[in-house]
């Protein structure tokens, strides 16, 4: 029954308060009974108003306080044959509003206004919420809603709390021959809002523990449910603000049945909103979702928790915080499997679209889950914290911070396979407006905090841990969000007979920025490190990305790209051992379109290991190293901005087969490959977009430059390429069986060093520029036996050079050999125009045609012109090796040709002000 309403005097009577629900209980005995009930406390009746002044002297009266909502409770019982349920829909009253004030004399005051009342609770009764089947299926389930606070009705008013609710005893009970179902949900209340000066109402909380049990025979289900949901708190202006409703959920069950699926679901109220001037609005609830099931048979169970969300802030308020979220999922079978799952967030900030003030901040997460199965055990967990609120619209003020994520999850069994899968994702920075500045995205690191283990040697074993940090927040005048940096490492060592891990690591973007000037967010770097010992097979996969560098328009610069490095060991006792390693800078952030820098490329390393010890077993071992680029005012990528890159690959088979390929891409780039066994092949790649002509045009020269070896006992190979004229080092071919080096862009006094003592290449080229330089060879191994060879290949394209005629010429210099030199070497040379192949098989020959040897390759003409140069070694002697330099020259028509010689020289020029200059290879 709801409560009367206040009497208006002076002052106002309070409103009555609303009746408490009946209670009621059934208990039948049919085929397939269903009793349902739903009941409600009573709305709480309005506050009177206050009377006004009968004077000028006199203050008004005060309103009325609202009555509270009646508080509710029921129970139902039902038992029988066939498919029994019991339902209970349990609703708390509403509180009311609160009596308008009476108004005062002119030289006195108003009354004060009523506050509004409270929400009511609602609770199960005893004997609970109860389904008994003696031959079937039973379901007994309780929903209980809190009431909602009465808001206030004019300025200065209060608004009334929401009503908790609580289910923290065990008192909704299914027992099924067949099936037993339990389910309890809580809501918490909203509360209610203020006006003026007035407060507002709290949210209710919502707490549920170990509130069900289902109870099915052991060759039956049993289904389980509980969720949790905090109420909002009420929303204000210039007065205070209410607490947003947490929400609490746990329940530990321990069955006996064939199979049993749990699920929580938990989510804290959200911040109540403010409009005025100053202040903050309401922060998001807090959350806290704890499972923990055991069955002889298999589960599947799933908690879904998330913070409250912050409020948002209009006038000159600030948005409110997110809510903080914690967690944690136990499973465990006796004699079968387990599937777990985990999906959660913490809350966000709130955002702002109007006045001043800034984004509220994300909240953080932690969640821990552990699944240990008989026969097989698979975990999935996805968390992120909560991204900062963001400032829109005609708003001016900062964005939010992300919020951090992290936590555990684990995978155990007895037999069979165990997988885990996990998403940890930190949350991102908010946007600002105005001189406001983006918020930060949040960094993440994790030390081996996802493990898969199987105890039986037949069994498998696999991880998939994905790391990503917060990227920044955009803005204008003022700073832009910087992106998180993201690290990762994974350690294994199993005894299974196929394990694997994988990881992937991204680092964060950072925040473009429109403004006429200043910079936009620096990018976050990724570092992500796997090992993995097996007896049976073992394979690694790594991925790192760092961050893309924040754009710029309107005049702002773009930010450098973030750094990324990646490493993988894989190592196999019995069986095969796989690595395979990928690893990318950031690009840099462009400019829009305006005549200014966008960000340098990130550098980037990849080190890739895989060891396969058993008989006759193979060990590939991969590594991919791609740098940042950067790009134009027009949007066309710059290689000489682009970042720096290395690859390392090693690959040993103890009596089988080892391949190991390493490639690098960058603006210095050098991939190293090493592989030891029987047999396999060595291979090493550098490569570039290349060389560009200026802002207007694409890369005008692309290349690629690889070395290959056959593998009869340890093989090293070393391709080294820069595109800006950084010169190689004797250290980059310290111990290489064979190797590629190539200098793109040489300055002119790194071209009069190389070229000193080689008159005829001098008069070939007659002035023109070098393009590149370069220096290829290698030699016979020396712990070898058999037959060994070694090939490297050059690739020049030049997608966007005009030749009108002019010849090309590749200089051959530094001749250099030991022993024989070689038992066959095969030099072949090709470009639109031309083809042709040299065969040596003495060393005079050789000698004489790479000693200040230059061959013109004709003409050129036209565009897409591609230059390609491959050179063939072979022997079966110790001792034999042989080495040689060349030079490339390709002269285009005047106009790109002055274009070129700019670039070049404005480059050489950055290089000797930035101390940056090698000092050559000598």
């Known amino acids: 029954m709801d409560g009367a309403d206040g009497a208006d005097q002076d002052p106002g009577q309070a409103g009555a308060n609303g009746s408490s629900g009946e209670a009621i209980s059934t208990s039948v005995a049919t085929i397939d009974v269903e009793n349902r009930l739903a009941i409600s406390g009573g709305t709480g009746g309005k506050g009177g108003a206050g009377g006004n002044a009968v004077s000028s002297s006199f203050p008004g009266g005060n309103g009325g306080r609202g009555g509270d909502g009646g508080n509710t409770e029921g129970s139902v019982a039902s038992s029988g044959s066939g498919i029994v349920t019991s339902f209970l829909n349990a609703f708390g009253g509403d509180g009311a509003v609160g009596g308008v004030p009476g108004i005062g004399g002119s030289s006195s005051f108003d009354g004060i206004a009523g506050r509004g009342g409270d929400g009511g609770a609602a609770a199960v009764l005893a004997p609970g919420v109860v389904a008994n089947s003696i031959d079937d299926e039973a379901n007994a389930d309780a929903l209980l809603t809190g009431g909602r606070g009465g808001g206030a009705i004019v300025d200065g008013g209060s608004g009334g709390n929401g009503g908790s609710v609580s289910a923290i005893v065990a008192n909704t009970l299914a027992t099924g021959n067949a099936e037993a179902n339990a389910s ?57 603000i209410g607490t947003a409703g947490n929400a609490t959920n746990q329940l530990t069950a321990s069955n006996d049945t064939s199979f049993v699926r749990a699920i929580l679901q938990t989510e804290a109220g959200g911040g109540g909103n403010r409009n005025s001037t100053a202040g903050a609005a309401g922060s998001g609830g807090d959350t806290t979702s704890i499972g923990s099931f055991s069955n002889s048979g298999e589960i599947v169970a799933d908690n879904e928790f998330r913070g409250g969300d912050g409020g948002f802030g209009f006038g000159g308020a600030s948005s409110g915080d997110g809510g903080s979220a914690i967690g944690a999922l136990n499973l465990m079978s006796s004699t079968d499997e387990v599937d777990a799952f985990v999906s959660a967030r913490g809350g966000d900030g709130g955002f702002k679209n109007s006045g001043t003030g800034n984004g509220g901040a994300g909240g953080n997460i932690t ?42 999850v684990a995978a155990t069994t007895t037999s069979g396979i165990a997988s885990v899968e996990a998403f940890y994702l930190a949350g991102s920075g908010g946007s600002a407006r105005g001189s406001g500045i983006g918020g930060h995205g949040a960094s993440i690191s994790l030390d081996n905090s996802t493990t898969a283990i199987s105890n039986l040697s037949s069994g498998e074993s696999s991880v998939l841990q994905v790391v990503e940090a917060g990227a920044g927040g955009n803005s204008e005048r003022g700073a832009a969000g910087i992106g998180g940096s993201a690290q990762s490492q994974l350690n294994a060592s199993n005894t299974n007979f196929n394990s694997a891990l994988t990881s992937e690591v991204y680092g964060g973007e950072g925040g473009d920025r429109n403004d006429l000037s200043g910079f936009s967010g620096a990018a976050g770097e990724a570092t992500a490190d796997v090992t993995l010992q097996n007896i049976g097979d073992a394979t690694v996969e790594v991925f790192s990305f760092g961050g893309q560098g924040g754009n710029g328009t309107s005049g702002a610069s773009g930010a450098d790209g973030g750094k990324s490095r990646a490493s993988g060991s894989s190592i196999s006792q019995t069986m095969s051992a796989i690595s395979s390693i990928e690893s990318y800078g950031g690009d840099g952030g462009s400019t829009g379109g305006q005549p200014t820098l966008g960000g340098l490329g990130g550098d980037t390393s990849a080190i890739s290991f895989a060891q396969a010890n058993g008989v006759n077993q193979v060990a590939t071992s991969n590594a991919q190293s791609i740098a940042g680029y950067a790009v134009s005012d027009a949007g066309n990528v710059l290689s000489i901005r682009s970042g720096a890159a290395e690859a390392f690959a090693t690959s040993v088979s103890a009596s089988g087969t080892a391949t190991s390929t390493a490639v690098a891409e960058g603006r210095v780039s050098r991939a190293v490959s090493i592989a030891d066994g029987m047999n396999g092949n060595s291979t090493a790649i550098t490569a570039s977009a290349g060389v560009t002509l200026g802002s207007g045009t694409l890369d005008s020269i692309r290349f690629t430059n690889s070395v290959t070896a056959n593998v009869g006992s340890q093989s090293r190979v070393e391709s080294y390429s820069a595109v800006d004229g950084t010169m190689w080092s004797a250290s980059d071919v310290t111990n290489a069986n064979a190797y590629s080096l190539l200098t793109m862009s040489p300055t002119l006094s790194d071209v009069q060093i190389e070229l000193a003592s080689q008159s005829n290449i001098q008069n070939a080229i007659d002035g023109d520029v070098v393009l590149g330089i370069g220096h290829f060879g290698g030699g016979y191994p020396s712990d070898g036996s058999g037959q060994h060879t070694f090939t490297t290949f050059l690739e020049f394209e030049l997608p966007d050079l005009t030749f009108a005629g002019q010849d090309a010429t590749i200089g051959f210099y530094d001749f250099s050999s030991t022993g024989n030199g070689f038992e066959t070497l095969i030099l072949s040379i090709s470009s639109t125009g031309f083809n042709d192949a040299w065969t040596f098989n003495d060393i005079t020959s050789a000698q004489s045609f790479f000693t200040d040897n230059p061959v013109s390759l004709g003409p050129l003409s036209g565009n897409s012109e591609i230059l390609r140069m491959q050179m063939d070694w072979s022997s079966s002697r110790v001792s034999d090796g042989f080495s040689a330099s060349f030079a490339v020259t390709a002269v285009p028509e005047p106009s790109q040709f002055m274009g070129l010689t700019a670039m070049l020289s404005l480059l050489y020029f950055q290089m000797r002000r930035n101390g940056k200059r090698h000092p050559g290879k000598r």
């Open 367 to 408: 969640s821990n889950l552990t699944a240990i199965g008989t026969t097989g055990a698979f975990a999935f967990s996805s968390i992120q914290g909560g991204g900062g609120g963001d400032v829109f619209g005609t708003a001016e003020g900062s964005g939010g911070d992300g919020g951090t994520a992290e936590g555990v």
């Open 184 to 240: 309890v949900e809580a809501n918490g209340g909203d509360g209610g809002n203020a006006l003026g000066n007035g407060a507002s109402g709290n949210g209710g909380s919502a707490t549920v523990i170990d509130a069900i049990r289902a109870t099915a025979d052991v060759t039956g289900i049993a289904s389980l449910y509980q969720g949790a949901y905090g109420g909002i708190s009420g929303s204000a202006e210039s007065g205070s």
